[in-house]
């Protein structure tokens, strides 16, 4: 869930999914979302297409119960969806309206407790959930703003999720990359200045790229993963570890 174009990282990871054989579904939003959507499927053998809103009950039963009647069950699920009105990602987080705040959180986060929630129910034999977030849910990043709050509180579902469905022998992490040059990341203010920034000061020098989060992705995802649940794994050039610029940039 969550393919918008050929740089959306859920791109690089559907990539390396079908790389490693898995069959796949993809969501989508909306014709023009579906328009794209489709020749990017198509390119991995796949014309299971369903337009999807998370903020429709209905949208997601529909979704489901067509999952259920083609594959009777999944063994995992990729949710790669967030959002926040574009005007509010400059300027300062103090000045974030109610009804931005609402829509933000709603996208961004209990759409993977919603999505979860079907996709367990299509689980028996246990599975494996993961939905992407970003440093900006711990440490202040300019910008960023109502999506630092939201990423926060998905990662804190991530652990409640994992603890709830574990029993099941199902397993919930995210990834966390560093900025990616994707349709999503052009949205915030000052985006090149961070990509930038992290790339000159990340211990590796680089950002990360849509091979190394699908590779990370086929590991949550198969059975390499089996003992890893409630996990954020970074795949940020190890920028997180850093507590100040590298010493030529200061």
């Known amino acids: 869930m969550g393919v918008a174009n050929d740089h959306s990282i859920a791109w690089g990871i559907a990539k390396a999914l079908h790389a490693e054989g898995a069959e796949l579904a993809f969501s989508y939003q909306g014709e023009a979302f579906g328009k794209r959507v489709e020749p990017l499927a198509a390119s991995l053998n796949s014309e299971f297409l369903i337009d999807v809103d998370v903020q429709d009950d209905a949208s997601l039963d ?6 259920q009647a083609e594959w009777g069950q999944i063994d995992f699920l990729v949710h790669a969806i ?3 009105d574009k005007k509010e990602l400059t300027g300062r987080f ?3 309206s109610r009804e931005n705040f609402k829509t933000s959180l709603s996208i961004s986060c209990f759409s993977f407790i919603d999505v979860a929630r079907r996709a367990a129910a299509l689980m028996p034999e246990g599975g494996s959930l993961i939905t992407l977030t970003y440093q900006g ?3 202040v990043t300019p910008y960023y703003n109502v ?4 990423k926060a509180a998905l990662e804190s579902s991530v652990l409640y999720l994992a603890n709830d469905l574990g029993p099941q022998g199902i397993r919930v992490n995210a990834i966390s990359p560093g900025p990616m040059r994707t349709l999503a990341g052009a949205a915030i203010g000052g985006a090149r200045k961070t990509y930038r920034f992290t790339e000159e000061n990340a211990p590796l020098r680089a950002n990360a790229t849509l091979e190394a989060i699908g590779g990370t992705a086929v590991y949550l995802l198969s059975d ?3 003992c890893t649940s409630g996990e954020i794994i970074r795949v940020d050039g190890g920028f997180h570890a850093i507590g100040m610029p590298q ?4």
């Open 224 to 226: 390499y993963g089996a």
């Open 82 to 84: 967030a959002y926040s």
């Open 94 to 96: 103090i000045n974030t």
């Open 247 to 250: 010493p030529e940039n200061l």
């Open 147 to 150: 999506m630092g709050v939201a």
């Open 62 to 67: 529909a979704c489901f119960t067509r999952l």
């Open 137 to 139: 849910s711990t440490r």
